[in-house]
């Protein structure tokens, strides 16, 4: 069998913000590989620099030193997409409008694109809101669109921020299975942020831990459950109570540094 592809390699990644009144280090000196087709979840303490290297990442901010290598069979710049916390779809514009936006800006054909879209409303369980608009949706139901939005991309890397963090447990529950099956189906390289534990757990194939600010990576965790996964089952498996366990006696040990320097 050959050799996991890498996707993304993180090389020596530190990133400073400079204002006129201070200098603060984001986070300092990460390196990692993330393979070709890997769930790959990072969680730290609050502003520990989470959002800043997802956002190196995707190209929206420039680290101040060390290197990212996108790596792509086809050459040049993989597509990248990013879901973020905050339901990003535009409030001008339908479902069908939202889901469809970035096969359009890439010119896609219209037959294509209308299938693709129909392709993917349906897989997010909002068929029938096609020609809704945002306002009219619940939170879960907008970001079933981004994340509609996002694979009918057909990225080669989607980098997701935090995406069920505003929503109500059921619906997160919800969204965390129909994530898992889209992306079992589909194989994307996915960076996806979250605070919570159980939710890299469920989701990923590994875990890295970060430290509190300056984030460095503190561990990375190896997620061996088998797929396809069915949250329910797993959350009750003793070994995802002793993957908890140990992901949080590392964290734990970060989160009062941070609280004492917040006092
Ligand atoms: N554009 C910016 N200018 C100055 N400082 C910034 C900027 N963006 C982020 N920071 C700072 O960098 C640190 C890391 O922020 P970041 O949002 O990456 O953390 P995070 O781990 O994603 O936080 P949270 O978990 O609370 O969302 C924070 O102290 C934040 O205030």
Redesign the pocket.
Known sequence: MSEPRVSIEVKHVSKR?K?RQQE?E?ITDISVNVMAGEFFCVV?P???????LLRILAGLETQTAGEIVLHWQEGGRPLTTMVFQEPSAFPWMTVQQNVEYGLKLRKVPKSERQATTRHWIKKVGLEGFEHHYPSQLSGGMKQRVAIARAFANDPEILLMDEPFANLDEQTKLIMQQELIELWEANRKTVVF?T?SIDEAIVLADRVMVLTA?PGRIKQIFSVDFPRPRQIAELRSHPKFAALFSQIWTLLRTEVPQKREEVL
């Open positions: 913000f204002s603060m984001a730290g609050s502003g520990c620099g989470k959002t800043t942020i605070h600010r």
